[in-house]
């Protein structure tokens, strides 16, 4: 007895399972190669970013005299 396999709509799909294959084997390395691709730019965008802007605390602190130079003047 053939199990025959239908879609959705009732139409019956054909048997290519060989065609199956190739288009999971393709559609893995595809996937594959954007990934590779996605985490290769991000590891670009680190290293430039950590070339470019070296790490420097966001808020410097200063002389306690300055703030009242600043006020009298």
Do not use: H
């Not at 559609?27 to 420097?56: C, D, E, H, K, N």
Request: proline fraction near 5%; avoid cysteine.
């Amino acid at each position: 007895m053939l199990a025959d396999k239908f879609d959705a709509y009732g139409e019956e799909l054909p048997n290519g399972s060989r065609s199956k294959r190739e288009a999971d084997a393709a559609s893995t390395a595809l996937g594959r190669a954007g990934q590779y691709a996605f985490w290769l730019l991000v590891v670009v965008i680190v290293s430039v970013r950590i070339l470019i802007y070296p790490a420097a605390p966001a808020f410097e602190v200063g002389s306690a005299a300055a703030p009242k130079q600043t006020v009298s003047r």
